[in-house]
């Protein structure tokens, strides 16, 4: 069943068309009506009037009924009580100063601070007056103030539903164990008796295990009227309900005024749409929608859309619109599991333009795949069908040369893998021999474009190439005192029906070789604790030798520039190589056994750097720090990796082009950043830092230095600090980029080439974040996030957020501005007003905040 949303709620408003729709969670049972002394009682029966006439003699059975007071009197089957009068029936109580009881037919008259507590949904009723039967539970209740959801402690209410609510009416019915007729009431999430906001209506009924329908109601806000419904369904129990969202405002200095509004229609208990549109003022009106469906625990379906026809009034002068969608599915077919994950994206600049979370805005990436996957008996079946497309913006306010007047998108890179067919095997021991054995095979049509220099023509290759792939492998695995000795051999077969501009096919073989070696690793564990903890210190060296033939010979004339790249496949080339590399790592535990790091972040989202998490599903939220276990045991408080790379054959076998970027296999497998543009015997040294000493901080640091040219080719370092109620993050990057693959350099390059005396780009850029407080801290809470070109000296990105949070209502404020060169120069003020386990009013959206 589809994840219920708790982000918004549903108002329907006849005149201005708002639905609010309360949710809570929904029960297991209900409680069944007691029956009459004169009839047979079922326990697992449905509530029925009784008979008109005695049914058939049959054993009488009596729930039990508890009085209690301090003054009794009786006359046949009336009790009278006083002082301290007290009715117990099933698992309601009911109270007052005074009450007259039927036994025989179960009414009850009370009179002075009546107090009726209990049920499923640990409903509290206090009134002046009220006639109530105890066994069918309808009744009639005065002067009300009741809640639903709370239980009363000593001193403060306690909440024993995710959706508690009160209300206060002038008179009270009851109509049965889960029915609620308010006359001349309120409704409202808020503790009384000084609600923050409110619901006041003529006529309220209340369900407590579905809705509240409040008729000729007004919204009051620290008690003043602010707006005025005919008619709200205000949802009682999680349960989704077909309606209109709440309105959205804001405005933006490059769209105006904005007012959006969407309708949310239910299908059935796994399926529901999202649909509405945005209006700005100074561009128009962007569509967006969303569909989800979860047709079983192992499948789901989901579809996103947003798009615009862009008026451009004033702010930019040229058409920024465009379309983006997202389709996400999954689900078993047999015993394949198939997942598509397709993204369409008609304009770059319309992202770049109309996203408003940074990282998304700037990903010139457009990913699709759809994949069917089989594992049996240790062998992988893999069917696929992806496409890439990599676009680049002609920015006239970045780019200082000549040429870029005005702001265009080039598709520089399309590749597409259909269809592909994968089948590969684990390791499996060869007889009764030391040896293992496995493979790998691939059966794939491709196709690769690729735009030339400011124009989208360029180099494509035919519709369809075919590329085979077969490279069984054998492996010897040995150990002795420690030792670790892996040596490994393959030889490869790959087949294209297609070469670099010429229609005709090639055959790729290689015989690649490697021997991994791994000796024993140093330890020594420190006898006197530090910080009420035992150290550990561990040393792992490591080395591996690679050796790849038979790639570049010379009756190919050269086959790797003939090799068409579409993926990691084809960058292998000849290699005579070896990896040396040493990794420290420390460990920690807790002198205490009992001790367990059990201090969560307050503000876990506001991160820099890391691996996003999601949900289950794409609309379910991650796992929030609190539902994970507490960390016990050893703890890696530290580990350093420190690594090179020697070839022996600096050419790598005559495939290195002299004066241009050139990406190996060799080189990728090592380091993420490219640094091959001559030959040379020794990689830059690579360190991989990483630091945690307990789930509250986080610090990374990869850093590529290259002895060569005595320099830093690229360096990152982040750092995650939560103290108390305070968060502390920063992350610089610098990166080197050699120049492109033809030799020649874009302006950027060419004006850093002149003004630095260097070869290629250079990038840095740093970000900044602090926070204090958490959502649903009471008081003030406030987070700020900024990101700073180092190059440009220009600030990329800015936001700030600041909330106020009561005990059933918040007010969160956000200034935000993109600073994009010519296609987005923006400043967006936004904000939320939110109601507790009602929804949230405003523009500043869950998955968009700070925190």
Not at 278 to 298: I, M, N
Not at 786 to 814: H, I, K, M
Request: charged residues 20%.
């Amino acid at each position: 069943m589809i994840p219920l949303m708790i982000t918004r709620s549903r108002i329907i408003i006849t005149a201005a068309l708002v639905c609010h729709l309360l949710l809570a969670r929904g029960i297991v049972t209900s409680q069944t009506l007691p029956p009459g002394a004169d009839t047979v009682a079922d326990p697992q029966s449905a509530p029925a009037p009784p008979p008109a006439l005695p049914a058939a003699p049959a054993r009488q059975i009596e729930e039990p009924v508890t009085i209690r007071a301090v003054h009794q009197e009786k006359d046949g089957s009336i009790y009278h009580l006083r002082d301290g009068a007290e009715i117990d029936y099933r698992n309601y109580i009911l109270h007052a100063d005074q009450i007259t009881y039927d036994a025989d037919t179960g009414d009850s008259d009370s009179e002075g601070h009546v107090v009726l507590d209990g049920g499923p949904y640990d409903e509290h009723v206090q009134a002046t007056h009220a006639l109530y039967n105890i066994r069918t539970q309808v009744g009639t209740f005065y002067s009300v103030i009741g809640t639903v959801g709370f239980r009363i402690g000593k001193s403060r209410y306690m909440l024993t539903t995710s959706n508690p609510f009160a209300f206060t009416g002038k008179i009270v019915e009851k109509h049965g164990p889960e029915h609620y007729l308010v006359r001349q009431g309120t409704v409202t999430t808020c503790e009384l008796p000084h609600p923050k906001w409110l619901f006041s209506g003529h006529s309220i009924a209340v369900d407590v295990d579905s809705t509240a329908k409040i008729y000729n109601s007004d919204f009051q806000l620290m008690g003043l009227p602010v707006f005025y419904f005919p008619y709200v369904s205000y949802p009682v129990q999680k349960e989704r309900h077909s309606g209109l969202l709440i309105p959205t405002f804001g405005t933006s200095s490059t769209k105006g005024y904005v007012a959006g509004e969407s309708v949310y229609w239910v299908f059935n208990r796994s399926m529901d749409v999202l649909a509405g549109a945005d209006y700005y003022s100074k561009r128009g009106f962007l569509e967006h929608g969303e569909f989800r469906a979860r047709p079983s625990d192992s499948s789901y379906l989901f579809f996103s859309y947003a798009g615009i026809a862009d008026r451009g009034i004033g702010y930019p002068p040229e058409n920024q619109g465009g379309e983006d969608a997202h389709f996400l599915a999954e689900r078993p077919f047999g015993t394949f599991r198939g997942v598509a994950n397709v993204d369409y994206l008609s304009s770059f600049v319309f992202r770049i333009a109309f996203t408003d979370v940074y990282t998304q805005a700037i990903d010139s990436e457009v990913k699709s795949q759809i994949f069917l996957s089989n594992t049996t008996n240790g062998f992988h079946f893999n069917a696929l069908a992806e496409r890439y497309q990599n676009f680049e913006v002609c920015n006239p306010s970045t780019e200082t040369s000549a040429g870029c007047t005005e702001i265009t998108q080039t598709e520089l890179v399309r590749i597409l893998h259909t269809p592909s067919f994968f089948v590969s095997s684990e390791e499996r021991q060869l007889g009764n021999t030391p040896l293992y054995w496995s493979f790998e095979s691939a059966a794939e049509g491709l196709q690769r474009r690729e735009a030339s220099e400011g124009s989208q023509a360029g180099f494509r290759t035919d519709a369809l190439v075919g590329r085979f792939n077969l490279a069984p492998s054998i492996v010897m695995p040995l150990q002795w005192q420690g030792w670790s000795f892996r040596p490994e051999v393959t030889l490869r077969d790959t087949f294209y029906t297609e070469q670099t501009g010429i229609e005709q096919a090639l055959n790729r073989k290689s015989l690649e070789t490697s021997v991994e070696l791994r000796p024993p690793t140093l330890s020594r564990v420190f006898e006197h604790p530090w910080l009420r903890r035992k150290w550990k210190h561990v040393i792992e060296p490591r080395m591996r030798y690679d050796y790849v033939t038979g790639l570049n010979n010379s009756r190919f004339q050269l086959p790797f520039a003939n090799i068409i790249p579409f993926d990691s496949t084809d960058v292998l080339t000849d290699t005579n190589e070896i990896e040396y590399s040493l990794v420290n790592r420390l460990y920690a535990k807790r002198i205490d056994p009992n001790a367990k790091d059990c201090d969560l972040p307050v503000m876990s989202t506001l991160t820099i750097g890391g691996v996003p998490q999601v949900g289950a599903v794409p609309w379910e939220p991650p796992p929030t720090p609190e539902a994970q276990p507490c960390a016990s045991g050893p703890r890696e408080i530290l580990s350093w990796e420190i690594g090179q790379k020697y070839f022996f054959d600096p050419t790598f076998g005559n495939a290195l082009a002299i004066g241009q970027r050139n990406v190996f296999t060799a080189t990728a497998d090592f380091t993420g950043t490219a640094f091959l543009d001559s030959e040379r015997h020794f990689a830059p040294i690579i360190s991989r830092l990483r630091v945690e000493t307990s789930p509250r901080t986080n610090t990374e640091w990869d850093l590529d230095y290259d002895l060569n040219a005595g320099r830093i080719n690229s360096s990152m370092a982040l750092v995650n600090y939560h103290y108390g109620q305070f968060t502390i993050g920063g992350g610089d990057a610098f990166l080197r980029v050699i120049d492109n693959a033809t030799g020649t350099t874009t302006s950027n390059c060419a004006v850093q080439a002149t003004t630095k005396n260097i070869s290629g780009c250079e990038f840095h850029q740093f970000r900044v974040l602090l926070g204090y407080g958490q959502l649903n801290k009471r008081g003030l809470s406030a987070a700020t996030s900024f990101g700073f070109d180092a190059n440009l000296g220009s600030l990329q990105y800015a936001s700030v957020q600041s909330s106020y949070t009561w005990d059933c209502c918040g007010l969160s404020l956000e200034y935000r501005r993109f600073a994009l060169g010519s296609v987005r120069n923006e400043n967006q003020y936004r904000f939320s007003f939110t109601l507790a386990n009602v929804g949230a009013f405003g523009n500043l959206k869950r998955q968009e905040r700070l925190y």
